[in-house]
């Protein structure tokens, strides 16, 4: 019954056959997609849509700059469409982009051009965070036009389409082309009717000439660009001054204005600031260095508005001027205008003492319940990994052994207002506690000035080290430690004498000094002193004479406290005024209280 | 025949056999471990069951899917575009860029899937519960109304928060339970909605029981009658229509009155907190996403641990919760170390433990006297206003420093005092942004200086014009639409503003 089976030859056929099928069924193509992506680049996107943009891939083409749009990088391209184009030419008096000079197209182009992608996040109130490949800032900002509202470049053109997203960047579509600036700074005062009288005093001063310098031939860097904040002839007539002639009567103190020490050439000078400042960028600062020597002008934003020098200044609030926002930004080729509404100028100030409560702030003082309460509380001036208080800035502010403000009820040690800043602090690097912490002082005028820590002294505390304005141009450093673990008898004088009438002097000698009235002393409200004049008590709240700071622009500087040696112990750290008192100026009074009474130097 | 072919032929017909049953099973596609909605829809428990997880929807997502809940979406939408909250450092970048108003369609805080899945549900009972009546006899028509009504409420709610955020929405009222229920919707005038929304609250006021004879937790965490009226008071309001509004406030009102133990307000006391938020089901509850007693409510991360994206606004203290600097005893029962905790800013509203299980506070009967408050302030009956909000602040033990007296006859007067107790008693519960644009739109934007006012103190100083002029153009105040559902429904129109 056994049997092989064998082919018999026409079935081999139909075996090949059925196999031959199979193979030309898995020959068939398939379509598999190669690329990675199917997103276009710029030049692809333009391709696209013809109807929008065939003027704008005409113009790439023909300024050759197509090639690098359309390959690999990161720009931001603000792309006119067609009918901006169109406009444009009209402007030029051309009848096809052909007729444009290739050179004029790739300045075209540059101009619209960014070498980052910022998207419409990044956009401010004043220069976009990158130069266009031209070499002028663009400014944005937004407009409503019959209830709608669109972001706005260069004052100029509306962009119609934002954050389109191509493969080598991002495109804003706007309706119009941009134009360069082609006007220095001085020529576009110059031409504005507004700004006659200025315009006389710049050139009169010689500042014309320095005004009148394209970016791109500037000698000197930092003054490639420049803001001006001026006064309009309207803004002086207010203050009085009704031409050049008056101006120059009130302050041309010599008969040479281009002297540098003629007040004309100050007030001029007073006016101009190194760098492209735009609106935006001046609400973020508090002060702008002038190309008068040593001179700022400070500012601040209130509302809506951005005031110049309005100052809080020994006590005394002085009204500021405000710029005139529908006549700013002004965008020039080497920088850029604003309009003050009134006059400013430097001011004259003299030199006075701070006496600076250093936890006087405004963060702090908002906390009602606690702000100068003795009651024991404390208020933790970290949080999330940053400071509370805008003037307070902590090596590490994520620190576990957070920096405090303490109101405190304690009667061994008294501080003025009850309230001192407690740290914990240590030298090296250390996860828990703060290295380095530094603040921001109250309004200096130039000049020098001694340095005065007033402290709570502990056993545990640590040894500080002072500096002035770290890491700018200004640092100085203070000579003089802060040792927190001093009493006041490490000036040598001990609770037998301190109640002698040299007592005082002889402290002070030796860099030391009482802050704190003691129960011997009597206001003139008849309010008594905090702490012992001698016995236990009376030498743990010493002030210590760090040195000589030598302040050079008036102007709210940074002191840091550095920790360089001690001991580390937390919380152990406890500063409660720092005194400036220019040379020339008492430096034993006037005294403190746990209160706010105040004790001047008694009348013998 | 030989022996062995008929064993081999037994054996296979014995193997045909074993085939021919176990292919019942092989055959039969129902999943073995669920219900299919043939098998569901028999009885009136079934209803329930459904109805139930329309409200558990709203306290956290089904399981498998990854999203925010929805009571994060209602916090962010009704707080971050105003100026009770701030962002923490640790804010995201989608956060930090609505707050500095750059807002595009990318922003994954403009998905709206977590609303539309508890819509979804509430469309399949609407969709599906009629059908029980012809399996069970013991369901009665007013037992299938009352559901009905419920799911209609919800659903509105739903919609309610959509076209305040978005205005013009898809508006699905059929389920999707299959794939031939996908279907590219297109988006409808807000207008639209809000009048469905109306007649959809008129049927539900008819049908929901006025208490469900069980817990209170129960008349608080399911919709009764006083939370449709409330709604639709809310709803009316919107829609500038006042009479209305005051109408459906009256009816509240009226039954308070006759129940003051089941609705009224908790006075005189700083335990307010406790009762109304960390107990729960107080009184003066008129509707609550039940958290308690295990649902996380999520807000830990948000609001309290230290990875926190919020913390209250800096400027509370200024401008809501005022101290008494005579006696700092003398507080609002609302404010400080209440809602939030002015030295660490922190919102404690939700409750500092985690997990924390405070209920979501849709409306309060607080709600229902301040909207008739305002209905009233515009209706020109000021004085009427003044004596409501003059009651209710005694109650809450509003202090002075944040008492205002407008002249009765000043409506913008009256309504910013309204706008600013609202502020005190909602604060951070997601009802900010909607009350500002609320009284900002009224009259055709009559009053768009309190959003320029808002945003101009909220967005730093470097944004500050340039987020103005977008305020100026009305349809910025409304979210764009996702651009993953933009990509995924070509029919949907996108905000012109976001174009």
């Given at each position: 019954?056994?049997?092989?089976?064998?082919?018999?030859?026409?079935?081999?056929?139909?075996?090949?056959?059925?196999?031959?099928?199979?193979?030309?069924n898995s020959c068939k193509k398939e379509l598999y997609t190669q690329s990675t992506t199917d997103d276009v680049n710029i030049v692809g996107y333009l391709e696209l849509y013809p109807d929008q943009f065939s003027l704008m891939t005409e113009i790439l083409e023909r300024s050759g700059t197509s090639g690098y749009l359309g390959a690999y990088g990161t720009y931001t391209l603000f792309t006119p469409d067609n009918t901006a184009i169109k406009a444009w030419l009209v402007k030029l008096n051309k009848a096809s982009v052909a007729d444009v000079p290739v050179e004029d197209l790739k300045n075209m182009v540059k101009f619209h051009l960014l070498a980052d992608t910022i998207g419409t996040e990044a956009f401010t109130d004043g220069k976009l965070p990158e130069l266009t490949l031209y070499g002028q800032y663009l400014v944005t900002g937004a407009t409503n036009q019959n209830g709608s509202s669109s972001y706005l470049?260069?004052?100029?053109?509306?962009?119609?389409?934002?954050?389109?997203?191509?493969?080598?960047?991002?495109?804003?579509?706007?309706?119009?082309?941009?134009?360069?600036?082609?006007?220095?700074?001085?020529?576009?005062?110059?031409?504005?009717?507004?700004?006659?009288?200025?315009?006389?005093?710049?050139?009169?001063?010689?500042?014309?000439?320095?005004?009148?310098?394209?970016?791109?031939?500037?000698?000197?860097?930092?003054?490639?660009?420049?803001?001006?904040?001026?006064?309009?002839?309207?803004?002086?007539?207010?203050?009085?001054?009704?031409?050049?002639?008056?101006?120059?009567?009130?302050?041309?103190?010599?008969?040479?204005?281009?002297?540098?020490?003629?007040?004309?050439?100050?007030?001029?000078?007073?006016?101009?600031?190194?760098?492209?400042?735009?609106?935006?960028?001046?609400?973020?600062?508090?002060?702008?260095?002038?190309?008068?020597?040593?001179?700022?002008?400070?500012?601040?934003?209130?509302?809506?508005?951005?005031?110049?020098?309005?100052?809080?200044?020994?006590?005394?609030?002085?009204?500021?001027?405000?710029?005139?926002?529908?006549?700013?930004?002004?965008?020039?080729?080497?920088?850029?205008?604003?309009?003050?509404?009134?006059?400013?100028?430097?001011?004259?100030?003299?030199?006075?003492?701070?006496?600076?409560?250093?936890?006087?702030?405004?963060?702090?003082?908002?906390?009602?319940?606690?702000?100068?309460?003795?009651?024991?509380?404390?208020?933790?001036?970290?949080?999330?990994?940053?400071?509370?208080?805008?003037?307070?800035?902590?090596?590490?502010?994520?620190?576990?052994?957070?920096?405090?403000?303490?109101?405190?009820?304690?009667?061994?040690?008294?501080?003025?207002?009850?309230?001192?800043?407690?740290?914990?602090?240590?030298?090296?690097?250390?996860?828990?506690?703060?290295?380095?912490?530094?603040?921001?002082?109250?309004?200096?005028?130039?000049?020098?000035?001694?340095?005065?820590?007033?402290?709570?002294?502990?056993?545990?505390?640590?040894?500080?080290?002072?500096?002035?304005?770290?890491?700018?141009?200004?640092?100085?450093?203070?000579?003089?430690?802060?040792?927190?673990?001093?009493?006041?008898?490490?000036?040598?004088?001990?609770?037998?004498?301190?109640?002698?009438?040299?007592?005082?002097?002889?402290?002070?000698?030796?860099?030391?000094?009482?802050?704190?009235?003691?129960?011997?002393?009597?206001?003139?409200?008849?309010?008594?002193?905090?702490?012992?004049?001698?016995?236990?008590?009376?030498?743990?709240?010493?002030?210590?004479?760090?040195?000589?700071?030598?302040?050079?622009?008036?102007?709210?500087?940074?002191?840091?406290?550095?920790?360089?040696?001690?001991?580390?112990?937390?919380?152990?750290?406890?500063?409660?005024?720092?005194?400036?008192?220019?040379?020339?100026?008492?430096?034993?009074?006037?005294?403190?209280?746990?209160?706010?009474?105040?004790?001047?130097?008694?009348?013998? | 025949?030989?022996?062995?072919?008929?064993?081999?032929?037994?054996?296979?017909?014995?193997?045909?056999?074993?085939?021919?049953?176990?292919?019942?099973?092989?055959?039969?596609?129902?999943?073995?471990?669920?219900?299919?909605?043939?098998?569901?829809?028999?009885?009136?428990?079934?209803?329930?069951?459904?109805?139930?997880?329309?409200?558990?929807?709203?306290?956290?997502?089904?399981?498998?899917?990854?999203?925010?809940?929805?009571?994060?979406?209602?916090?962010?939408?009704?707080?971050?575009?105003?100026?009770?909250?701030?962002?923490?450092?640790?804010?995201?970048?989608?956060?930090?860029?609505?707050?500095?108003?750059?807002?595009?369609?990318?922003?994954?805080?403009?998905?709206?899937?977590?609303?539309?899945?508890?819509?979804?549900?509430?469309?399949?009972?609407?969709?599906?519960?009629?059908?029980?009546?012809?399996?069970?006899?013991?369901?009665?028509?007013?037992?299938?109304?009352?559901?009905?009504?419920?799911?209609?409420?919800?659903?509105?709610?739903?919609?309610?928060?959509?076209?305040?955020?978005?205005?013009?929405?898809?508006?699905?009222?059929?389920?999707?339970?299959?794939?031939?229920?996908?279907?590219?919707?297109?988006?409808?005038?807000?207008?639209?909605?809000?009048?469905?929304?109306?007649?959809?609250?008129?049927?539900?006021?008819?049908?929901?029981?006025?208490?469900?004879?069980?817990?209170?937790?129960?008349?608080?965490?399911?919709?009764?009658?006083?939370?449709?009226?409330?709604?639709?008071?809310?709803?009316?309001?919107?829609?500038?229509?006042?009479?209305?509004?005051?109408?459906?406030?009256?009816?509240?009102?009226?039954?308070?009155?006759?129940?003051?133990?089941?609705?009224?307000?908790?006075?005189?006391?700083?335990?307010?907190?406790?009762?109304?938020?960390?107990?729960?089901?107080?009184?003066?509850?008129?509707?609550?996403?039940?958290?308690?007693?295990?649902?996380?409510?999520?807000?830990?991360?948000?609001?309290?641990?230290?990875?926190?994206?919020?913390?209250?606004?800096?400027?509370?203290?200024?401008?809501?919760?005022?101290?008494?600097?005579?006696?700092?005893?003398?507080?609002?029962?609302?404010?400080?170390?209440?809602?939030?905790?002015?030295?660490?800013?922190?919102?404690?509203?939700?409750?500092?433990?985690?997990?924390?299980?405070?209920?979501?506070?849709?409306?309060?009967?607080?709600?229902?006297?301040?909207?008739?408050?305002?209905?009233?302030?515009?209706?020109?009956?000021?004085?009427?206003?003044?004596?409501?909000?003059?009651?209710?602040?005694?109650?809450?033990?509003?202090?002075?420093?944040?008492?205002?007296?407008?002249?009765?006859?000043?409506?913008?007067?009256?309504?910013?005092?309204?706008?600013?107790?609202?502020?005190?008693?909602?604060?951070?519960?997601?009802?900010?942004?909607?009350?500002?644009?609320?009284?900002?739109?009224?009259?055709?934007?009559?009053?768009?200086?309190?959003?320029?006012?808002?945003?101009?103190?909220?967005?730093?100083?470097?944004?500050?014009?340039?987020?103005?002029?977008?305020?100026?153009?009305?349809?910025?105040?409304?979210?764009?639409?996702?651009?993953?559902?933009?990509?995924?429904?070509?029919?949907?129109?996108?905000?012109?503003?976001?174009?």
């Amino acid at each position: 019954m056994k049997k092989i089976y064998r082919f018999k030859p026409n079935q081999g056929w139909i075996f090949m056959l059925i196999l031959l099928l199979f193979i030309t069924n898995s020959c068939k193509k398939e379509l598999y997609t190669q690329s990675t992506t199917d997103d276009v680049n710029i030049v692809g996107y333009l391709e696209l849509y013809p109807d929008q943009f065939s003027l704008m891939t005409e113009i790439l083409e023909r300024s050759g700059t197509s090639g690098y749009l359309g390959a690999y990088g990161t720009y931001t391209l603000f792309t006119p469409d067609n009918t901006a184009i169109k406009a444009w030419l009209v402007k030029l008096n051309k009848a096809s982009v052909a007729d444009v000079p290739v050179e004029d197209l790739k300045n075209m182009v540059k101009f619209h051009l960014l070498a980052d992608t910022i998207g419409t996040e990044a956009f401010t109130d004043g220069k976009l965070p990158e130069l266009t490949l031209y070499g002028q800032y663009l400014v944005t900002g937004a407009t409503n036009q019959n209830g709608s509202s669109s972001y706005l470049v260069n004052k100029q053109a509306k962009i119609t389409k934002p954050n389109v997203r191509v493969g080598n960047g991002v495109m804003h579509i706007i309706d119009e082309v941009l134009l360069p600036s082609t006007k220095t700074l001085a020529k576009m005062i110059e031409e504005s009717s507004r700004y006659t009288i200025f315009t006389q005093a710049l050139k009169e001063t010689g500042f014309y000439d320095s005004l009148n310098v394209e970016q791109s031939e500037a000698t000197d860097t930092l003054k490639r660009f420049q803001t001006a904040i001026i006064e309009s002839d309207s803004a002086l007539n207010v203050a009085g001054i009704s031409s050049y002639a008056q101006l120059k009567a009130k302050l041309s103190k010599t008969s040479s204005p281009k002297n540098h020490t003629d007040s004309l050439w100050l007030y001029v000078a007073y006016h101009i600031i190194p760098g492209a400042n735009y609106m935006a960028d001046i609400t973020e600062t508090s002060a702008l260095y002038t190309l008068a020597p040593r001179e700022i002008i400070t500012s601040k934003f209130v509302g809506q508005m951005i005031l110049l020098n309005d100052d809080d200044f020994n006590g005394v609030h002085e009204q500021g001027v405000a710029i005139n926002r529908s006549f700013s930004d002004l965008t020039t080729s080497n920088g850029v205008i604003h309009d003050s509404k009134n006059l400013f100028k430097i001011k004259v100030r003299f030199q006075v003492p701070l006496f600076w409560e250093i936890t006087d702030q405004p963060e702090i003082s908002s906390q009602g319940s606690i702000w100068r309460k003795p009651t024991g509380s404390t208020y933790v001036l970290t949080a999330n990994g940053a400071s509370l208080v805008a003037a307070y800035q902590f090596e590490r502010p994520s620190a576990g052994q957070t920096p405090k403000y303490v109101s405190t009820t304690a009667t061994n040690r008294y501080f003025s207002n009850s309230d001192y800043l407690s740290m914990s602090m240590i030298a090296a690097t250390n996860t828990a506690r703060n290295v380095w912490f530094e603040m921001k002082t109250p309004m200096l005028v130039k000049g020098k000035y001694k340095v005065w820590a007033c402290y709570g002294q502990n056993s545990n505390g640590p040894i500080l080290q002072a500096v002035f304005d770290k890491g700018t141009s200004m640092e100085q450093t203070m000579p003089t430690l802060l040792d927190c673990r001093q009493t006041l008898d490490a000036s040598g004088v001990v609770s037998a004498g301190a109640a002698l009438a040299d007592a005082d002097n002889n402290m002070l000698s030796q860099g030391f000094k009482r802050y704190m009235a003691h129960a011997n002393e009597t206001n003139v409200d008849g309010i008594k002193g905090s702490i012992p004049q001698t016995g236990t008590g009376w030498n743990v709240n010493p002030s210590r004479l760090l040195g000589t700071v030598e302040i050079l622009t008036t102007d709210r500087h940074w002191i840091r406290f550095t920790h360089v040696g001690g001991n580390t112990g937390q919380d152990y750290t406890w500063i409660d005024m720092i005194h400036f008192i220019p040379l020339d100026k008492d430096q034993n009074y006037p005294r403190f209280h746990k209160t706010a009474a105040i004790f001047q130097r008694p009348n013998l | 025949m030989s022996k062995m072919k008929k064993f081999i032929y037994g054996a296979g017909i014995i193997f045909l056999m074993l085939l021919d049953t176990s292919c019942n099973k092989w055959l039969d596609l129902s999943p073995q471990d669920g219900i299919t909605r043939q098998e569901y829809w028999k009885t009136k428990e079934d209803i329930k069951s459904a109805i139930i997880g329309c409200y558990s929807s709203l306290i956290a997502s089904p399981v498998g899917v990854t999203d925010r809940k929805v009571t994060e979406y209602l916090f962010t939408w009704g707080e971050i575009r105003a100026d009770m909250i701030s962002a923490s450092p640790l804010a995201t970048i989608d956060d930090k860029n609505i707050m500095e108003v750059n807002i595009v369609a990318s922003n994954g805080l403009t998905k709206w899937a977590a609303l539309y899945r508890t819509i979804n549900y509430c469309n399949t009972v609407l969709e599906y519960a009629p059908e029980v009546k012809n399996y069970d006899p013991t369901l009665t028509d007013e037992q299938l109304n009352a559901y009905m009504g419920e799911a209609l409420t919800l659903r509105s709610l739903m919609y309610f928060y959509l076209v305040r955020t978005f205005r013009d929405v898809p508006f699905k009222t059929t389920s999707t339970s299959k794939d031939t229920d996908l279907q590219e919707l297109g988006t409808t005038s807000a207008s639209v909605i809000l009048d469905q929304l109306v007649a959809d609250l008129k049927t539900a006021d008819l049908a929901v029981p006025v208490t469900y004879n069980s817990t209170i937790a129960t008349d608080k965490g399911r919709i009764t009658k006083v939370a449709v009226e409330t709604l639709l008071a809310d709803v009316y309001l919107w829609m500038e229509q006042y009479d209305n509004c005051i109408a459906e406030c009256n009816k509240v009102i009226a039954y308070s009155i006759a129940n003051p133990l089941k609705l009224s307000l908790i006075g005189g006391s700083n335990a307010w907190w406790t009762l109304v938020y960390y107990n729960g089901s107080s009184r003066e509850t008129i509707f609550e996403f039940a958290n308690m007693p295990s649902t996380d409510n999520g807000f830990n991360a948000i609001l309290v641990n230290s990875a926190k994206r919020f913390i209250a606004s800096p400027s509370l203290v200024e401008s809501v919760f005022i101290p008494d600097d005579m006696d700092l005893s003398n507080r609002d029962y609302r404010g400080d170390d209440v809602s939030f905790s002015s030295t660490s800013s922190t919102i404690t509203k939700f409750g500092v433990e985690n997990p924390s299980y405070v209920n979501w506070q849709a409306y309060r009967y607080s709600d229902v006297l301040l909207l008739k408050a305002e209905a009233l302030a515009v209706k020109d009956q000021g004085a009427e206003a003044l004596a409501i909000l003059s009651s209710f602040r005694t109650t809450r033990h509003a202090i002075s420093s944040t008492a205002q007296s407008p002249d009765p006859t000043d409506v913008a007067g009256i309504c910013d005092y309204i706008l600013a107790e609202r502020s005190r008693e909602f604060a951070f519960e997601g009802k900010r942004w909607y009350d500002l644009l609320r009284n900002a739109k009224r009259n055709n934007y009559e009053r768009l200086d309190i959003l320029l006012n808002m945003v101009s103190g909220t967005v730093p100083s470097t944004m500050q014009q340039t987020a103005m002029n977008k305020f100026k153009d009305v349809n910025s105040h409304y979210l764009p639409i996702n651009e993953a559902d933009i990509f995924a429904d070509t029919k949907l129109i996108q905000n012109p503003f976001y174009k």
